[in-house]
Nanobody, 126 residues
Framework: QVQVVESGGGSVRTGGSLRLSCATSGATTSLVCVAWFRQAPGKEREGVARIYTDDGGSSLRYSDAVKGRFTLSRENPKSTVYLQMSNLKPEDTATYYC?????????????????WGQGTQVTVSS
């Protein structure tokens, strides 16, 4: 059974930084696609960023809301994924979820992922 575990959330002030981690285990094949989503109170879950990694390297995609401030990294298709978040704003406050998949389109649609973590809280105060 695939397990997805996030860590690294916390509370920071505007302009601060945090690094989230997403570790996966239990998969019989490499989970080449890992995505981060976030959900603020009263709002729908939205895609933040995703990374597709195979033996040839990585492909990255970011939402417009975080582009230029957040950076994804991963060494190989089986390693932990890191989401470095910089210049954080109060509107980044949300529960951040990691999701992973082995096959299919690697996008930022919530409905496309079946392996999810429990989430980690990020709070940015002004």
């Amino acid at each position: 059974q695939v397990q997805v575990v996030e860590s690294g959330g916390g509370s920071v002030r505007t302009g601060g930084s945090l690094r989230l981690s997403c570790a996966t285990s239990g998969a019989t094949t490499s989970l080449v696609c890992v995505a981060w989503f976030r959900q603020a109170p009263g709002k729908e879950r939205e895609g933040v960023a995703r990374i597709y990694t195979d033996d040839g390297g990585s492909s990255l995609r970011y939402s417009d809301a975080v582009k230029g401030r957040f950076t994804l990294s991963r060494e190989n298709p089986k390693s932990t994924v890191y989401l470095q978040m910089s210049n954080l704003k109060p509107e980044d406050t949300a529960t951040y979820y990691c999701a992973a998949k082995a096959i299919g389109w690697c996008g930022l649609d919530v409905w496309d992922y079946h392996n999810w973590g429990q989430g980690t809280q990020v709070t940015v105060s002004s």
